[in-house]
């Protein structure tokens, strides 16, 4: 196992804090970076109701802020409301005071500078609760960030499991992912707003975790009642426990401790929880090279428009997995289209178009070697740039066995014909970065007998739900734009924090040589996708498998990716007004890809269960250029 980039940041949870510096000392000398305490005694109520100001108890409302210096309020206190607070009560009174409080602690928190507030929901109805609150967000001056408590099991539910064990007929569950919805939902899904999960000794279904990793996760919350002892007296949590803790992980998640010790250090429990925090991640180089670009949006290459940097070329030729496809569906293609008898005499010729700085040029000698077949390779490549850098190779390493060609391919008409075309055109949606139009235009260089590598590529998309990505796009805004570009706008995305609604389906394909009379690269589908669980529909996360030459398969789809492959990062299609989707609907969806004589752009919509009007009509906000 590898290790997450940093430690485990953890903090400890503090039911009431007399001495704040000495309880802040000794958890620091226990191991942890933080703490979470009431800011407000917990049983100290104001008389805010009181409308003279004169005839109110003068009383020190908590403690001051030279307790501590404000570099430690600023990154070493989580703030606590008072637990009784109740700005959602049928009773008028506590509603009324229980606001008035509220805003008092949310300004003191302020004051301090904490980073982070924290309170707990306690069931489904917190509306006016997060109005409050996210009206104190719209302020200027108010740089605080919300962690809500919400528990992974409903404790109510939790209760009547415990207290009518012979109670045989089934207790209705309460989704606590509902209490969050509604909540995030009134509060406009403002990104200030933050999930603190509560781990119990109940254990969530898988459904219902990965359903919390499409959400804004930034702690959890670990009693140390659900610790169990090992032999040599340590805290330990159960395997199915582990499991949860090793998928929240992956998130980059804080942790904190809450509740007694329970064993003989409480140094005991980060200790642990860090190891396995560590454990999450695996070897697997895929993560290992996104480590770092998780849930970033980057805009796709534009290939034709824009020579690529050194950088990004050097960034593609590090996945060794992608070029050992590539050599592999080459060395089967020499040796169907040689037979052994006539190696000798004949000599293939391989055009490899858009070379770059030549990877599949040496993939293709190389695959000559291993199936003892001469070969001629061309290596066409538009961008000046790189063919510095294929005329050095040639020069150095590669003789006459290869010719660089300076030129773009739809416009270079040699002579002679290939047997054996090669491109790495794909872009992570298969198509999206014309991958159809270049090599349509380069066909008529193949001979008739001649093969394509790849074959055929077909794109696919699943619905998603993230509401960090949703945020993300929200945030990005361009004067020169349409207003709703970041919208319309598809982004290639190290999917981290996300919650697929439904199995990938496939969309577009497409063959090659393009046997057809017309070519024609238009296409349009409708989709049809079962929603299991009630969720938010935030978009659409894109990839494509990819044939590169019979059974020799390169794929980003999740049903059948290549191990280990990592030069793709999967597309993710925005909407701009989440869906709201109940366990049971029928999501329907349509695409098309579009073209004209200088571009070729992507429209969506859905039309089922709640019809969302067409992104990117016309392509007016994104287009690939020709």
Request: proline fraction near 6%; include cysteine; hydrophobic fraction near 35%.
């Amino acid at each position: 196992m590898s290790s997450q980039s940093k430690p485990l940041s953890c903090g400890l949870d503090y039911a009431a804090v007399p001495d704040i510096d000495l309880c802040l000392r000794m958890s620091s000398q226990a191991g942890y970076d933080f703490m979470c305490v009431p800011i407000y005694h917990p049983r100290m109520k104001r008389e805010l109701l009181v409308s003279d100001v004169h005839k109110r108890r003068p009383t020190n409302l908590t403690r001051p802020d030279f307790v501590l210096t404000s570099n430690d309020w600023n990154r070493l206190v989580v703030g606590k409301f008072s637990p009784w607070i109740d700005v959602d009560s049928p009773d008028a009174q506590i509603k009324e005071h229980s606001e008035l409080v509220l805003q008092q602690e949310m300004d003191y928190f302020s004051h301090l500078g904490l980073p982070v507030m924290m309170f707990r929901l306690k069931g489904g109805n917190h509306v006016n609760l997060a109005r409050l609150i996210y009206n104190k967000f719209t302020s200027l001056h108010f740089n605080c960030s919300a962690w809500v408590v919400v528990p992974l099991e409903s404790p109510v539910t939790t209760a009547i499991s415990y207290y009518r064990s012979d109670v045989t007929e089934e207790v209705p569950s309460e989704d606590t992912w509902e209490w969050w919805n509604v909540f995030r939902s009134v509060a406009n899904y403002n990104k200030h707003f933050n999930l603190a999960l509560e781990l119990s000794a109940d254990i969530p279904s898988t459904a219902n975790i990965e359903r919390w990793l499409g959400e804004p996760v930034k702690c959890l919350i670990v009693p140390t009642s659900i610790f169990l002892t090992n032999k040599k007296g340590y805290p330990v949590l159960s395997k199915a426990h582990q499991e949860v803790v090793k998928a929240l992980a992956k998130l980059n998640i804080q942790m904190v401790i809450q509740g007694n010790k329970r064993h003989e250090d409480m140094n005991f429990y980060v200790t642990y929880l860090d190891h396995l925090y560590k454990s999450s991640v695996s070897d697997d180089p895929l993560q290992s090279f996104g480590q770092g670009y998780e849930d970033f949006l980057q805009c796709p290459l534009q290939p034709l428009m824009d020579n690529l940097e050194s950088q990004t070329y050097e960034v593609f030729e590090k996945d060794p997995v992608k070029y050992n496809l590539y050599q592999k569906a080459i060395y089967h293609a020499m040796l169907d289209m040689v037979p052994t008898e006539l190696k000798t005499q004949k000599t293939l010729t391989v055009m490899v178009v858009g070379a770059g700085r030549g990877p599949l040029v040496r993939a293709s000698l190389n695959a000559a070697k291993l199936s003892d077949r001469n070969v001629h390779v061309y290596a066409v490549e538009k961008n000046p740039n790189a063919v510095v850098t294929l005329l050095a190779q040639k020069e150095d390493m590669w003789g006459d066995k290869v010719t660089v060609i300076s030129s773009d391919m739809r416009q270079w008409n040699p002579e002679e014909k290939a047997d054996i075309i090669v491109s790495e055109l794909l872009g992570s949606f298969g198509d999206n970065e014309l991958s159809p139009e270049c090599l349509d235009g380069v066909q008529h260089l193949l001979k008739e007998t001649g093969i394509s590598i790849p074959q055929s590529y077909t794109s696919y998309i699943s619905p998603m739900q993230s509401s960090k990505l949703h945020n993300d796009v929200n945030e990005c805004t361009d004067k020169n734009k349409h207003p709703l570009a970041h919208y319309e706008t598809p982004y290639v995305v190290n999917l981290q924090n996300i919650y697929t609604l439904a199995p990938t389906q496939s969309l577009f394909t497409f063959i090659h040589p393009n046997l057809d009379e017309v070519i024609d690269n238009r296409r349009s589908e409708k989709l049809n996708f079962e929603i299991k669980k009630n969720c938010i529909l935030h978009g659409f996360a894109g990839f494509f498998s990819c044939v590169l030459y019979k059974d020799v398969i390169m794929s980003i789809a999740p049903h059948n990716h290549s191990p280990g492959m990592f030069s793709w990062f999967p597309i993710y299609f925005p909407i701009k007004e989440p869906v709201h989707l109940r366990s049971g609907d029928k999501l329907s969806v349509h695409f098309w890809r579009l073209c004209s004589d200088k571009k070729v752009w992507y429209e969506w919509c859905i039309s089922g269960p709640v019809p969302v009007p067409v992104h990117n009509p016309g392509g007016r906000s994104y287009y690939i250029g020709l």
